[in-house]
């Protein structure tokens, strides 16, 4: 199991964070964007800055009563076979994440299902529950019901995942791109993880578009489009008996870049 190791990180990328100014309230409702195209990249610290620095004059942050970065506590969700997992290793499609999401800054709760459609669509529903509730009632349930292939009575808590985000909007572009550090896992079964000085970037966009400013910057990067799902990735990361064979060049490829 790897150690923590985030402070440097956290500070530095909490510091970059703060050089963007906050998005208006009709500039938000602009770029809600639950039915997008979301394109993924996994770097180090260092890059993730320079990429910061790159969108500072074409984007403004979502802002929380800390500043510009926010605490995010996901609570996943999975049967006792592990079939949003297996379905993810396997390309299934549609397929499905639920999690219970935590934005302590704002003091909201989300019960959230997550719907990959085809290789570039994804789908988001969410029900709103009361601050830090984690059961799934009676109406939980029946909006899960509505909105999920699984089955629900089976579905119980699986891991939970901590991280910080910077959550950007583009100023002209219809677009928001999210920017993710220190992320600690827990396996309910017993076990920790955490992704050290790694930095979790999303381009979420409606259309896809590779020439606005955030899909140059990655590019100027030299990051390369990876297929991460914290959830599919962290289980494949702290259950090496499961099978993982189309998750196998991902899951080697942040094991590389981990200090």
Known sequence: MVTSSLSPATTELDAGAARFDVASRELRDQRELLNR?????????DAAL??????????????VASGNTATYRSLYFDTADLRCYH????????????????????????????????????DKQRLALAFRDEELGEDAQAFLRRHVRLPVEDLRPTMRIDFRRLSLVGLRTPERVTIDWGLEADRLEGG????????????KQAPFCLRTPAMRAVSAAGLRQQAMSKYTITTALMRPQLRRNRLLADVRAIERMLP
Not at 37 to 43: M, R, S
Not at 192 to 201: E, N, T, Y
């Open 192 to 203: 920790r993880w955490s992704f050290g000085g790694l930095v979790v970037i999303e381009v």
């Open 87 to 122: 379905d993810h290793r396997r390309g299934r499609r549609p397929r499905q994440k639920v999690r219970i999401r935590h934005y302590p800054d704002r003091r909201l709760t989300f019960l959230e299902v997550k719907t990959k459609r085809n290789e570039v669509v994804t």
């Open 37 to 45: 195209v979301d394109t993924k990249f996994v770097c180090r610290r």
């Open 50 to 63: 320079a990429i910061i620095a790159r969108l500072a004059d074409d984007y403004a942050a979502l802002p």
